[in-house]
């Protein structure tokens, strides 16, 4: 990989070699099947940091329409802290035990 090109092509088989697939791995399904559950805001706000509250959301599809994940935007209001956002992405999944779901 080269460090010094943030676009460069990602060698697969040295990051499946920093990063060992394992029985807790989640790998994202893209695009997102037909039959998968929708992105509800009571997973949103599973996921949603100590304090913050989900404000906003997008999708992002491909060329053809089709869904490959989302974007969550969280903010914190000014209750005694500094005002604060945060942006998450959540991606549909699958474990190798073939459990699916939402993940951020």
């Known amino acids: 990989m080269d ?9 697969m088989d040295a990051a499946r070699e920093a990063h060992p697939h394992t029985e807790e791995t989640w790998l ?3 695009p997102v ?3 998968a559950p929708q992105l509800t805001t ?3 706000n599973r996921f949603a940091p100590e304090g913050f509250a989900f404000t906003s959301g997008w999708r992002y599809p491909d060329a053809e329409g089709r869904l490959l994940g989302c974007a969550v935007r969280y903010d914190r209001p ?3 802290k500094p005002a604060d956002k945060q942006v ?3 991606t ?3 474990r190798p035990s073939g459990k699916r779901e939402w993940r951020c």
Do not use: V
């Not at 460090?3 to 060698?11: E, G, L, S, T, V």
């Open 88 to 90: 998450k992405p959540f």
């Open 78 to 80: 000014a209750n005694g």
């Open 92 to 94: 549909f999944c699958e």
């Open 28 to 30: 994202p399904i893209l």
């Open 33 to 35: 099947p037909a039959d």
């Open 42 to 44: 009571a997973i949103i």
């Open 3 to 11: 460090m010094n090109d943030p676009f460069a092509p990602i060698d």
